[in-house]
């Protein structure tokens, strides 16, 4: 199995950055896409952004311009540079990964989950 673990999120205000991390563990090798997603409050889990193994990447329309998600296989670790913020991007963002799948976009094609992590943004 593998597991992931998030770190980097925060409170920031509007226009300011974060950048999320993603340490995954166990039998790596199983990977192919990672992606991060997330939940607001009383919304349904979105995608945000994949990467393969080989390093392909796609955003969510929503994100795209902003927010970068970038990969190091050496560390098993993924990452999500978020720029120019706002509060509509607040939610919980989860890191997965899919043992099946290299560019998958829906939550069901994710075999491994982390706890997630918070980003509130204030305006």
């Known amino acids: 199995q593998v597991q992931l673990v998030e770190s980097g999120g925060g409170l920031v205000q509007a226009g300011g950055s974060l950048r999320l991390s993603c340490a995954a563990s166990g039998r790596t090798g199983s990977m192919y896409g990672m992606a991060w997603f997330r939940q607001a409050p009383g919304k349904e889990r979105e995608f945000v952004a994949v990467i393969s193994r080989s390093g392909y990447t796609y955003a969510a329309d929503s994100v795209k311009g902003r927010f970068t998600i970038s990969r190091d296989n050496a560390k098993n670790t993924v990452y999500l540079q978020m720029n120019s913020l706002k509060p509509e991007d607040t939610a919980v963002y989860y890191c997965?990964?899919?043992?099946?799948?290299?560019?998958?976009?829906?939550?069901?094609?994710?075999?491994?989950w982390g706890q997630g992590t918070q980003v509130t943004v204030s305006s």
């Open positions: 997965a990964a899919s043992s099946s799948y290299s560019t998958a976009q829906r939550v069901r094609e994710y075999d491994y």
